[in-house]
């Protein structure tokens, strides 16, 4: 492997792995030398879209070498056996989320890792999201006082997941936390500190599918956040929203790849100042002026003066298929500069993928003991 080059190999080529590793190709240096996909629809597309061969078995795969980094799309189930075996094969590997279906799995998947000075992430592309920085900067900031409360609403839409999609199979998705709850996991304890859950629910069709399931986390100074997933929708209901809600306004994203932060707050003129100063290219709408004593509020007893009631808002409504593609280079990019240099501090690590499974085991284990 040369500074500037970085050789792919995809196991599992289905839908993501064909969105992400074209996303991956528009990135100098980076090339996709062969496949493993068993499923003959999914090869032929793999092959029309990247006119690699084919080949039989995982091992096969990650034993060629002019494979530099193994890129695993498959079931979740999968990812274990499938990240080790890289591994192993002395590979560095960017798996899709989760980074395994239990605790156990990640942790010999990490250390496997580490034993062979090797790269393995998750891939939570999310923290590669500019939204997640602006976010996070805020709430750091604390402008907008202490946070208070928090909610992620999933609403999604079922159209592509078929009743024989592996999906609604627990054995191979390990269920929709861990499938699914991974990437809000994680986005949520960069922005607030580890957390712990508190309580978790499922719901289930009547065929026996878990469909929708909720938890609730408590993170660092008593902030509980309510995640919901529910893949129950048709495609023009499909929708997201995050709120986090502080002392002196809230933050709202809508959309899971959001493009868009939508800030409402009381300020006055130093902290409009000092939010405008964090976040470049902020529109600014007043939705009230204060004067006098009209300046006074309060809320938990406690008193602070506001000059306006404003609305910040950072992005547009952008197509958000555009944004998942920066992000999946954004994230490329900087797993290798990683590869290349150690000393390259990275956004996201095999901690996020384990610290992210740990809590979606978490909470489907409180599911079933509810
Ligand atoms: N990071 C993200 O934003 C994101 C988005 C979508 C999906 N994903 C993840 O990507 C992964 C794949 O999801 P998908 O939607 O592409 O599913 P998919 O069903 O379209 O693709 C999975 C592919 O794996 C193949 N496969 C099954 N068993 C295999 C084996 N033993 N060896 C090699 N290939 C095998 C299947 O034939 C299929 O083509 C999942 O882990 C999912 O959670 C991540």
């Not at 590793?21 to 980076?30: E, I, R, T």
């Not at 709202?252 to 100042?273: C, F, G, Q, S, Y």
Request: with cysteine; net charge negative.
């Amino acid at each position: 492997m040369s500074a500037d080059s970085m050789r792919i190999g995809i196991v599992g080529c289905g839908g993501f792995a064909r969105f992400a590793v074209g996303h991956f190709l528009k990135l100098p240096g980076v090339s996709v030398t062969a496949m493993c996909e068993p499923e003959p629809n999914a090869a032929k597309l793999g092959a029309e879209a990247f006119g690699i061969p084919n080949v039989a078995d995982v091992e096969t795969l990650v034993r060629r070498d002019d494979v530099d980094l193994v890129y695993i799309a498959t079931p979740p189930a999968l990812h274990h056996p499938q990240g080790l075996a890289a591994l192993k094969a002395g590979k560095h590997v960017i798996c899709e989320k989760p980074l395994a279906v239990s605790n156990e799995q990640a942790d010999e998947l990490i250390t496997t890792a580490h034993e062979r000075d090797r790269l393995l992430v998750a891939n939570l592309m999310q923290r590669y999201n500019p939204i997640y920085d602006a976010v996070k900067s805020v709430l750091d900031s604390g402008l907008l006082g202490d946070v208070l409360h928090g909610f992620l609403e999933n609403y999604a839409c079922d159209e592509q997941l078929s009743p024989q999609h592996w999906f609604w199979d627990p054995k191979l998705s390990g269920r929709i936390f861990i499938e699914h709850g991974v990437h809000f996991f994680d986005m949520f304890e960069g922005w607030l500190g580890p957390g712990k859950v508190v309580a978790a629910q499922t719901s289930r069709r009547a065929g026996g599918q878990e469909d929708q399931v909720q938890c609730t986390i408590e993170y660092p100074g008593g902030v509980y956040v309510n995640h919901y997933h529910g893949f129950t929708q048709p495609g023009p209901f499909d929708r997201q929203m995050f709120r986090l809600l502080c002392e002196r306004g809230d933050i709202t994203l809508h959309e899971w790849v959001p493009t868009k932060m939508v800030i409402h707050a009381l300020v006055d003129d130093a902290a409009l100042r000092q939010l405008t100063e964090l976040l470049p290219g902020v529109k600014v709408d007043t939705l009230a002026t204060y004067t006098g004593e009209a300046r006074k509020f309060a809320g938990r007893h406690k008193t602070f003066a506001a000059d306006r009631l404003v609305d910040l808002t950072l992005g547009e409504d952008a197509d958000k298929m555009v944004r998942y593609g920066e992000i999946l280079q954004g994230m490329f990019t900087d797993l290798r500069a990683w590869i290349l240099d150690h000393s390259h501090q990275r956004k996201i690590t095999e901690d996020n993928g384990r610290n992210s499974v740990r809590m979606a085991v978490a909470a489907t284990r409180l599911t079933d003991e509810m």
